[in-house]
């Protein structure tokens, strides 16, 4: 991948966390664990419904689901530290593509 490539990576992946982390914030802890326990469920049946039909679906609804699942991941419980996860491996990539040069 690119150096061009990872440091777009980066700032889509920074943008997304600084997101996840404001929805986040704005929570009690009481609303957390609802939405958390929400979002775990939902994201079963998304993730069902991708495996038993995904391959049926149109593109255009498979994608809204891909990005439903996504959504529930990253906004869910433990969406934070796997974005934080992925910027700390881009930023990894980025630094050893400076090296090479």
Do not use: C, P, W
Not at 66 to 75: H, T
């Amino acid at each position: 991948m690119s150096l061009r490539q990872l440091e777009e990576d980066l700032e889509t992946y920074t943008t997304r966390r600084d997101e996840v982390a404001a929805f986040r914030a704005g929570l009690s802890h009481a609303q957390l664990v609802e939405h958390d326990n929400r979002s775990d469920q939902e994201l079963g049946e998304v993730t069902q419904e991708l495996e038993e039909n995904g391959k049926d679906m149109d593109a255009i609804d498979r994608s809204q689901l891909e990005q439903r699942q996504l959504d529930l991941i990253d906004f869910g419980r433990g969406g934070l530290s796997r974005i934080e996860g992925e910027i700390l491996d881009i930023k990894t990539e980025i630094l050893r593509a400076k090296n090479r040069r």
